[in-house]
């Protein structure tokens, strides 16, 4: 089995009465794409949330390469070679193309770096290479604000790759791309796992989630239901009816 790179025991966070992840276990492996799935408030961003530090967990721990990251704000964790994409972009929408990825390639550059303006120009090269993987090379003069809904979804790509992290966490990449974007979308993923990136996709086109991963993790009402290869989760018809909201009724 390949090198565990993130693991979280038992995250728990409630808002007010509601337990929106209640105790997720997750392990994300080198090299391995795991599809975060499940219906609608499952606790899939949430989770994300937690790891990252955007949320306090009301319990439960979480570790990168062993090493303990509750309490850390984002930035550290970042730091320790996390990079995260939101459903809504977070893009500087006013800044270029350019700038955007070339500023995320600082929280992989350490203040007290030598060589500044070597530094510097590694960093330039990082986003070049970035535009270039993403198909937005031609476009790195553009603001982010005119560009497409497909190519501002490779920009926030560009931006991961840029950050040089190691653990991915896509919340919905490839949502609303056609199909030829999602191809090449899916030769980005496919490039990063050979180089042993972890990544976990929330993901709700279950043909992404197909062509696009090894594991899915299976998350409902907060809990991991189930955790396995797609193809045996996919075919589970229990799983199918939460996810297409036909819940059993509960015993009384
Ligand atoms: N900041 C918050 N304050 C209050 N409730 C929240 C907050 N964030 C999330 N929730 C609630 O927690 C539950 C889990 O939300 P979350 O966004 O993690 O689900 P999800 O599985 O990512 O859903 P989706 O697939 O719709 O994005 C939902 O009921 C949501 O309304």
Known sequence: ????????????????????????????????????????GAGKTTTFNLITGNLRADSGTAQIRGRPIMGLKPWQVARLGVARSFQDLRLFTHMTVRENVFAATETASWFWQP???????????????????????????????????????????????????????????ASGLDLASRLRFGELLKNAQARG??????????????????????LDQ??????????????????????????PQEAA
């Open 222 to 247: 907060g809990r991991v239901l189930a955790e396995g290869d797609p193809g045996t989760i996919l075919k589970d018809p229990a799983l199918a009816a939460i996810y297409f909201g036909d819940r």
């Open 115 to 173: 060589g500044g303006s070597r530094a510097r120009l590694r960093r330039q090269e990082r986003a070049e290479a970035a535009l270039e993987a993403t198909g937005l090379a031609a476009l790195a003069d553009a603001r982010a604000v005119d560009l497409a809904y497909a190519e501002r979804k490779f920009l926030s790509m560009a931006r991961i790759l840029a950050a040089e992290a190691d653990i991915w966490l896509l919340d919905e990449p």
């Open 1 to 40: 089995m390949n090198e565990v790179l993130l693991r979280s025991e038992n995250l728990a966070r409630a808002f007010g009465g509601l337990q929106a992840v209640a105790g997720v276990s997750l392990s994300l492996y080198a090299g391995q794409v795991t599809a975060l799935v499940g219906p609608n």
């Open 197 to 218: 990136v972890a990544i976990c996709l929330i993901e709700h086109n279950l043909d992404v989630v197909v062509e696009l991963s090894n594991r899915i993790a299976f």
